[in-house]
């Protein structure tokens, strides 16, 4: 691999082939690791108030699963960037962290929806969702141990259908407060995906990526907050 510095210098290495894994200049790692971790702590303090407001134990259960969701997902990316930025000699942890990263982002799409998905009366088919969501959690975390980085499309796939999927069952909703917040924080997810694709073409691709994910991430926590567990957001319990 050539890592020859292009025009940014410090600031961005040369793309690389598609079946390679970039490499980030020193500054770019910096900035992938600083840019999850400082969402890790609000993550857990966020998601331990959806604990407090909640008024029945399914809005409890919820609140930990987001939790567990949110806060893991910037835990892991930042363990997993902050290995890779000091690797070298640490190559098998670095592969099995980069694992972790992968599977996390899975269960925390899943996890995101869990909350409209149980705390929201859906259609007579869209309440399978409730399930299936974690199946489909599953069934890429599979995919991770047997063929982790080998089919990068297919994996893009993945992602992208499990993010999209579940939103076609939340528009069955009879109460339909938040979407407009669900459809941002969606938006938010697509664009960053342009940089996610953009390394070695833009400087700090990456950790542009990152923030794209926390602006999804924070608006779509906004709308759980508000619509789910601020009293008096007049939701309709579902009948469970
Ligand atoms: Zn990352």
Known sequence: MDFKK?????????????????QPTEYEHAANCATHAVWIIPSILGSSFLYFLSDDHWETI???IYG??????FTTST????VSWKKSHLRT??????????IAIYFFIAASYAPWLNLRELGPWAWHMRWMVWIMACVGTLYIFLF???YKIIEFIFYTAMAAVPALVILSMHDRDGLFELAIGGAFY??????????GLIPFAHAIWHLFVAMGAGTHYYAIWRYLYTPGSGQV????
């Open 6 to 22: 292009t025009k940014y210098g410090r600031f961005m290495n040369n793309r690389v082939p598609s079946d390679k894994r970039y």
């Open 93 to 102: 942890v670095e592969q099995r962290v980069h694992m972790c990263d992968r």
């Open 79 to 82: 363990v997993f960037h902050t």
């Open 68 to 73: 567990f969701g949110l806060s893991g997902l």
């Open 62 to 64: 919820m609140a930990w």
């Open 148 to 150: 982790h980085e080998r």
């Open 190 to 199: 697509s664009l960053g995906t342009v940089f996610f694709k953009s390394d």
């Open 237 to 240: 319990k579902t009948s469970r």
